[in-house]
């Protein structure tokens, strides 16, 4: 049952930010330029007592791996979306 609540909960972490970039669109790329920084601040600090219980691995991971989709999809998706305009502004 414990590892249906964690892989429940890093599947949250993948869909959740793609979802919200999908629903509200990359408007500040800077932002995600931050989440990007947060993450690797994340997954470069030494250990805790948290990372010592279950529970804390599943907060760090789950924050570790939402910002990371959060970060990348923004700027991808940033950079798509003003290919496209650009395209467009040319023609």
Do not use: C, D, E
């Amino acid at each position: 049952m414990f590892s249906i609540a964690a892989g429940l909960l890093f599947l949250t972490a993948l869909l959740l930010p793609v979802y919200l970039i999908r629903r509200f669109h990359p408007l500040v790329w800077p932002m995600h330029v931050l989440a990007l920084i947060a993450a690797a601040g994340i997954g470069l600090a030494p250990g805790t007592a948290l990372l010592n219980s279950p529970y804390g691995t599943f907060i760090y991971l789950f924050s570790f791996i939402f910002l990371v989709v959060w970060g990348l999809g923004g700027l991808f998706a940033y950079r798509l979306r003003r290919g496209k305009h650009a395209v467009a502004a040319q023609q």
